[in-house]
């Protein structure tokens, strides 16, 4: 035989073969079948995945419960910085899935990525709580962990969030479908369950326990991250159960270069010559094939509905920033409980676990019944609308926020209160320039006065006479003020004489919500003050008075003071949001000092109950449009693409935490107002939507089906096979 001869190509052949002398194909082995919970046909994996699930959302939605409140109290941001750095981590929380689908898709599998990124999730996590540890570092140094920790979490759990889902489905076989179903529900119900507790918990753990003399962030970090761990080592154990279906290629890549194509190609054959197509997709038939090309098509008809959604999302993501910043300014005491700012976000889960079968069963039949169709779009129309009306509830709440708080020093006014630390009443008549009395009152030692006394002014600064009457002698004296300010007058001094002091007030009183305290000091040594965090004082010697610090809210049974070489602590009770309060450190009858407690301004009277009908409202409209956006956009995309619709809905609510950014950063207004302005916002955008969703024709569901979904008409007569004969070279 020549080795060197050509091998005859042969092409392929079709031969008619009966379909009676078929011959048989040797059996394959049998597929050993997963082992089942309790002898359904549940795989045992799937409650591997369920419990990781769980833990995962756990830690994550407990770490983002006390967020806001870290930035603003912890790392000493300010609101809109607090509430930017918020969505900016939340829209990375939301971008990063997509490269976790492609990971997964094209490379690793989904198995392997959800092990890879949970790891960088749980060292996303100990990083972050080695930074709320006030010892570790300074502010910097905090500041800095803080950031890599939270784009570290943002990778792992949007990482592994398109993954864990799919890959659970996976266990199940085609036959089963009915419990895949099933689990699904079951699935979704853990990461309720999930959400619903951490949000619940982690504020208790950051407020009601103290480390490190101050609420403990490092903890209510800690907690979630412990938790995540045990996520990652559930699902490891699963490991040998789990069918590990081979990476099957990235179906969003293709789509993304699909339409590139097309529009590049459109570009290059402009010409007036070439002829038209009709559609602009049709430009990609060239190197993609048609049942991709049509696809997409039905694709991009979704997407264009989707251009209006992440204002929703703007409003819907502001639970956990400004709606938790509004209720730190609000009384948490609910009588039978209190409540702290960051727990509020709980009732979300909790209310979509009522209103999703409370609309299924109950809203939805009765507006059927009564002959109105509730379309999908029209469902979503109205869930904007609640989540418009939501924020207008909330601007009515601020502005009573506002109204509750002391008022501001007008023009060519001022605020003054007096402060009688003096062993006796004195009487105290202030003068204007022309003699006039603006004021005129008796001052018991140590009176708690109930409120600041507004007074008028001539020009825009001013010299005030003051006549203090102390038992048988009056002593006169003379104060510079200037309009917009709060002012205290401090008097002083024993049975043979009186002295005062004016402090300017209001330029050290926090605005952040946050408590304030100040101190006077009637000792005749200097006295340094501990309050915790990077909270200092030292108040001078004889009637020395220290300026405003913001502080933690919470009790304060034992605070740090320290007068020369000699150490004592004192009580200073329950110091609560909104409020601002002067200490004054006096002599006992024993050896250790004590202090007088007084409140400059109260704290806020408006329980955060009222923030139940908002919270009522956008979690209303939660349901109506997420679920019902989700149940429209897949009933009306091809099989092929539901991967693709899943991460453009997880990118709409990345962009809407970004314009919440934006607005943040650039907006000057008052929060009353940008309440408002959202609101506003939402409902042009939402008749823009009712707009395009009128022009929008829905596809019946016959007409969206796959190749592979279509059945073959039957061939009547005599039925024949065709044998595909190859011949290999």
Same mark, same amino acid.
């Given at each position: 035989m020549n080795?060197?001869?050509i @091998?005859e190509?042969?092409?392929t052949?079709?031969?008619?073969?009966s379909t009676?002398k078929?011959?048989?194909?040797?059996?394959?082995?049998?597929?050993?079948s997963?082992?089942?919970?309790?002898?359904?046909?549940y795989?045992?994996?799937?409650?591997?995945?369920?419990v990781n699930?769980?833990? =995962?959302r756990?830690?994550y939605?407990?770490?983002?419960?006390?967020?806001?409140?870290y930035?603003?109290?912890?790392?000493?941001?300010?609101?809109?910085?607090?509430?930017?750095v918020?969505?900016?981590?939340?829209?990375?929380c939301?971008?990063?899935?997509?490269?976790g689908a492609?990971?997964?898709d094209?490379?690793?599998?989904k198995?392997?990525?959800?092990?890879?990124?949970?790891?960088?999730?749980v060292?996303?996590?100990?990083?972050k709580?080695?930074g709320?540890?006030?010892?570790?570092?300074?502010?910097?140094?905090?500041?800095?962990l803080?950031?890599?920790?939270?784009?570290?979490?943002?990778?792992?759990?949007?990482g592994?969030?398109p993954?864990?889902?799919?890959?659970?489905?996976?266990?199940?076989?085609?036959k089963h479908?009915?419990?895949?179903t099933?689990?699904f529900?079951v699935?979704?119900?853990s990461i309720?369950?999930?959400?619903l507790?951490?949000?619940?918990?982690?504020? %208790?753990?950051?407020? #009601?326990?103290?480390?490190?003399?101050e609420?403990?962030y490092?903890?209510?970090?800690?907690i979630?991250?412990l938790?995540?761990?045990?996520?990652?080592?559930?699902?490891t154990?699963?490991?040998k159960?789990?069918?590990?279906?081979?990476?099957e290629? @990235?179906?969003v890549?293709? $789509?993304?270069?699909?339409?590139?194509?097309?529009?590049?190609?459109?570009?290059?054959?402009?010409?007036?010559?070439?002829?038209?197509r009709?559609?602009?997709? #049709?430009w990609?038939?060239?190197?993609?094939?048609?049942q991709? !090309? +049509?696809d997409?098509?039905?694709?991009?008809?979704?997407?264009?509905?989707?251009?209006?959604?992440? %204002?929703?999302?703007?409003?819907?993501?502001?639970?956990?920033?400004?709606?938790?910043?509004?209720a730190?300014r609000?009384?948490?005491?609910?009588?039978?409980?209190?409540?702290?700012?960051d727990q509020?976000?709980?009732?979300?889960?909790l209310?979509?676990?009522?209103?999703?079968p409370?609309?299924?069963?109950?809203?939805?039949?009765?507006v059927?019944?009564?002959?109105?169709?509730?379309?999908?779009?029209?469902?979503?129309?109205?869930?904007?609308i609640?989540a418009?009306?939501?924020?207008?509830v909330?601007?009515? &709440?601020?502005?009573?926020?506002d109204?509750?708080a002391?008022?501001?020093?007008?023009p060519?006014?001022?605020?003054?209160?007096?402060?009688?630390?003096?062993?006796?009443?004195?009487?105290? +008549?202030?003068l204007?320039?022309?003699?006039?009395?603006?004021?005129?009152e008796?001052i018991?030692?140590?009176?708690?006065t109930?409120h600041?006394? /507004?007074?008028?002014?001539n020009t /825009?600064?001013?010299?005030?006479?003051?006549?203090?009457?102390?038992?048988n002698?009056?002593?006169?004296?003379?104060?510079?003020v200037?309009?917009?300010?709060?002012?205290?007058?401090?008097?002083?001094g @024993?049975?043979?004489?009186?002295s005062s002091?004016?402090?300017k007030?209001? =330029?050290?009183?926090?605005?952040?919500g946050?408590?304030?305290?100040?101190?006077? @000091?009637t000792?005749?040594? #200097?006295?340094n003050?501990?309050l915790?965090?990077? $909270?200092a004082?030292?108040v001078?010697?004889?009637y020395g008075?220290s300026?405003?610090?913001?502080?933690e809210?919470?009790?304060?049974?034992?605070?740090h003071?320290?007068?020369?070489?000699?150490?004592?602590?004192?009580?200073?009770?329950r110091?609560?949001?909104?409020?601002a309060y002067?200490?004054v450190?006096?002599?006992? +009858?024993?050896?250790?000092?004590?202090?007088?407690k007084m =409140?400059?301004?109260?704290a806020s009277?408006?329980?955060?109950?009222?923030?139940?009908?908002?919270y009522?409202?956008?979690t209303?409209g939660?349901?109506?449009?997420? &679920?019902?956006?989700? =149940?429209?956009?897949?009933?009306?995309?091809p099989s092929?693409?539901?991967?693709?619709l899943?991460?453009?809905?997880?990118?709409? &609510?990345?962009?809407g935490?970004i314009?919440?950014?934006?607005v943040?950063?650039?907006?000057?207004?008052v929060?009353?107002?940008e309440?408002?302005?959202?609101?506003?916002l939402?409902?042009?955008?939402?008749?823009?939507?009712?707009?395009?969703?009128?022009?929008?024709?829905? !596809?019946?569901?016959?007409?969206?089906q796959g190749?592979?979904?279509?059945?073959?008409p039957?061939?009547?007569?005599?039925?024949?096979n065709?044998?595909?004969?190859n011949?290999?070279?």
């Amino acid at each position: 035989m020549n080795p060197f001869q050509i @091998n005859e190509s042969k092409e392929t052949v079709f031969s008619p073969v009966s379909t009676d002398k078929v011959p048989p194909r040797p059996p394959s082995p049998p597929e050993k079948s997963p082992p089942k919970i309790c002898g359904t046909n549940y795989p045992l994996s799937v409650a591997f995945i369920v419990v990781n699930e769980f833990c =995962e959302r756990f830690s994550y939605y407990g770490m983002k419960a006390v967020l806001t409140l870290y930035f603003l109290y912890f790392l000493r941001w300010d609101e809109d910085t607090s509430t930017s750095v918020y969505h900016a981590f939340s829209s990375l929380c939301y971008f990063t899935p997509i490269l976790g689908a492609a990971i997964a898709d094209s490379w690793l599998g989904k198995f392997k990525t959800i092990i890879y990124l949970s790891l960088v999730y749980v060292l996303g996590h100990v990083i972050k709580s080695l930074g709320a540890i006030p010892v570790l570092g300074g502010q910097m140094l905090h500041r800095v962990l803080a950031v890599i920790g939270l784009s570290l979490i943002a990778l792992g759990t949007g990482g592994i969030k398109p993954c864990v889902a799919a890959f659970g489905g996976d266990q199940f076989e085609e036959k089963h479908a009915e419990e895949r179903t099933r689990y699904f529900s079951v699935f979704y119900l853990s990461i309720n369950a999930g959400s619903l507790i951490s949000t619940f918990i982690t504020p %208790m753990l950051r407020g #009601d326990i103290q480390c490190f003399g101050e609420d403990c962030y490092a903890l209510a970090f800690g907690i979630p991250g412990l938790l995540m761990v045990i996520a990652l080592v559930v699902f490891t154990m699963g490991s040998k159960m789990y069918r590990k279906p081979p990476p099957e290629g @990235n179906i969003v890549a293709q $789509v993304v270069k699909c339409i590139w194509f097309a529009i590049s190609n459109r570009f290059k054959n402009r010409s007036g010559d070439i002829p038209k197509r009709q559609h602009w997709l #049709d430009w990609a038939a060239e190197k993609y094939s048609k049942q991709l !090309v +049509t696809d997409v098509k039905a694709l991009t008809r979704i997407l264009f509905l989707y251009i209006p959604l992440p %204002m929703f999302w703007a409003l819907l993501d502001q639970q956990g920033s400004r709606w938790t910043l509004q209720a730190t300014r609000m009384d948490g005491n609910l009588g039978f409980f209190v409540l702290q700012p960051d727990q509020m976000q709980v009732l979300n889960p909790l209310l979509v676990l009522v209103f999703i079968p409370l609309f299924d069963l109950v809203i939805y039949r009765l507006v059927s019944k009564c002959g109105i169709h509730f379309s999908s779009i029209r469902k979503m129309a109205v869930g904007m609308i609640l989540a418009c009306l939501a924020f207008a509830v909330a601007a009515a &709440v601020e502005i009573k926020i506002d109204e509750m708080a002391p008022p501001e020093a007008g023009p060519r006014e001022i605020f003054l209160q007096v402060l009688n630390l003096a062993d006796d009443e004195v009487k105290v +008549t202030v003068l204007g320039d022309n003699n006039n009395y603006l004021l005129e009152e008796s001052i018991k030692s140590f009176q708690k006065t109930p409120h600041y006394s /507004k007074l008028h002014l001539n020009t /825009k600064s001013q010299d005030f006479h003051f006549h203090l009457k102390y038992h048988n002698f009056s002593v006169y004296t003379e104060h510079s003020v200037e309009e917009k300010n709060w002012y205290s007058l401090i008097l002083h001094g @024993n049975r043979k004489n009186i002295s005062s002091m004016l402090v300017k007030d209001e =330029e050290n009183i926090t605005t952040s919500g946050m408590p304030a305290v100040r101190f006077v @000091n009637t000792l005749h040594k #200097d006295v340094n003050i501990s309050l915790g965090k990077d $909270v200092a004082l030292s108040v001078g010697a004889a009637y020395g008075v220290s300026p405003y610090r913001a502080v933690e809210r919470g009790e304060y049974p034992a605070v740090h003071f320290r007068m020369e070489d000699k150490d004592f602590y004192l009580n200073l009770g329950r110091l609560d949001f909104g409020a601002a309060y002067l200490f004054v450190i006096t002599n006992s +009858t024993s050896q250790v000092p004590k202090t007088w407690k007084m =409140e400059d301004m109260t704290a806020s009277k408006m329980s955060i109950a009222w923030q139940l009908p908002q919270y009522a409202l956008v979690t209303a409209g939660e349901v109506m449009f997420s &679920v019902t956006g989700l =149940e429209f956009s897949y009933a009306q995309a091809p099989s092929s693409m539901k991967s693709v619709l899943q991460a453009a809905w997880l990118l709409t &609510v990345a962009f809407g935490n970004i314009i919440v950014l934006v607005v943040a950063q650039l907006s000057s207004l008052v929060q009353w107002a940008e309440f408002i302005l959202f609101s506003c916002l939402l409902l042009v955008v939402c008749l823009l939507f009712s707009i395009m969703g009128y022009y929008y024709v829905p !596809v019946k569901s016959e007409d969206i089906q796959g190749p592979e979904d279509k059945q073959i008409p039957p061939i009547q007569g005599n039925m024949i096979n065709l044998e595909t004969k190859n011949t290999k070279l």
